[in-house]
């Protein structure tokens, strides 16, 4: 080869290195740059204009903008934040109840980044329970859950984990709610159930289809009137416009407290919140107190399962239907893990800060529920995973799960027995099971063991060889 072939070949060869080099840098800037923007695009999901506003504040404070991320994170509003959440459109949610994040769970893969704490501790559960006025224990009309067949019902909304999801399974799992099969998808089977059950009830709907359906049974009693804006919605999801004043939590304890219900589905705090001295008294002005006595706390009294005493609101520890994990703030799994610790990071500075707890977390500052559930005292970072921070509440939706794919048209008494069983079979159980299971194998292997060694010895006698002669 001649030095000015050589030469040209090697000029050649630099120029389509240089070229491919020059490609190859300009592919990693661009991937580089699009893995920054992806990292970094987090949408944090709000409910309306007003929540967004709040959000906005939060992620614009110095707590956010000192992360990573916080220049890229966004609030945008959207009518049915689970959807979107599910098909990846926004990246973070917060307020999300338990039952929602149960079900959520089975179709995303999730990271549970906070819990809401009720009261200035680090617990990140609450307790559902059942109210009913003091005068209706007094009289014993309504002393316990079977007393409650053909009353009337309060609920936070349909769905919901302390308001529907936890009092139907129990009912059901106590031989006191007859499960009724629809095959209709606008009534599923615990909602058919509930209808039967209860005289008429207020439990708000996610879509004006459910609304419709129950209009003379589950949505009877809500409180902003038929026909009226708002009529038996949740307002949080789905097709349903508007909410209804009966919904969430002190919706509920209204709907008890103007006397459109005989017992309220509702957390453990709700009573004390919205009476004398509690927090959100001072929102309850307009509400029609059926009496003037029914601000009183000691005008309401607890119910629970195996028990036919009442209880004071301030003994719900001892009367309780199910412990329920907290509303959660969680990320979608397309988050990278490095920026569910700055999120973690971000709302501890935040939830420090005077803006941050005038914002949410002060006594009535967050009446509305902006962005966290009302009556949030803090935010308790988690690092659980989410079948942990769920804990024994799985069982509680399992139950419902059970409950709505009970067969059309193979369901009788007997089937009714088998799901009764199945609600009240848990982990625990199977961990007993598995634990007797391993003891009788374990005593199996030793009495082989014992009747191996008695044969052999029997062998080695028969043979005029003994065992302990052989070994003397």
Known sequence: MGPDLYAKIKSVSLTKMTKRNGIL????????????????????????????????????????????????VTCEVHNDCETSFLAGNVDIWSNVDGGTLYDVSLQVETTVIAGEAYSFSSAVNYYATAVVRASDCASGSITHLKHLKGKRSCHTGYGKSAGWKTPITKLVANDLMEVVVSDDADYPNDMASAAAFFDSSCAPMSTDAMAA??????????????????????GDKGTCAGSDMYYGYDGAFRCLAEGNGDVAFVKHVTVGRNTVGGDNFVNTGDWSWKAESDKQETAWKLICPGSFKCYNP???????????????????????????????????????????????????????????????????????????????????????????????????????????????????????????????????????????????????????????????
């Not at 300009?26 to 959000?55: F, G, M, P, R, T």
Request: proline share 1%; aromatic share 6%; charged share 15%.
């Open 25 to 72: 840098v300009l592919v990693v800037l661009v991937a580089a740059v699009s893995s920054v923007d992806l990292a970094h695009a987090l949408k944090w999901c709000v409910k309306d204009a007003a929540e967004k506003a709040v959000c906005d504040a939060m992620v614009g404070s110095a707590s956010f903008t000192s992360q990573a991320f916080s220049s890229a």
């Open 314 to 472: 301030s003994e719900y520890l001892q009367c309780h239907l199910s412990a329920v994990p907290s509303h959660a703030v969680i990320a979608h799994l397309s988050v990278a893990d490095a920026d569910n610790t700055r999120l973690r990071t971000a709302l501890t500075n935040y939830q420090g800060t005077a803006a941050g707890m005038a914002a949410f977390f002060n006594d009535g500052a967050n009446s509305e529920g902006h962005m966290f559930k009302s009556g949030t005292k803090s935010l308790v970072m988690n690092t659980l995973s989410t079948k942990d921070y769920l804990s024994d509440a799985s069982e509680v939706y399992r139950g419902m799960n059970l409950i709505n794919n009970a067969h059309i048209g193979a369901y009788n008494a007997t089937q009714q027995q088998i799901l009764i069983d199945a609600l009240n079979k848990n982990d625990d159980d199977d961990v007993k099971i598995d634990v007797l299971i391993g003891v009788v194998v374990g005593i199996g292997v030793v009495v082989l063991g014992l009747v191996a060694a008695v044969a052999f010895m029997a062998f080695r006698e028969k043979r005029g060889k003994p065992v302990f002669a052989a070994l003397v």
């Open 213 to 234: 359906k129950n209009a003379n049974t589950l949505v009877k009693n809500c409180g902003n009137g038929a026909g009226k804006a708002g009529h038996g919605c949740r």
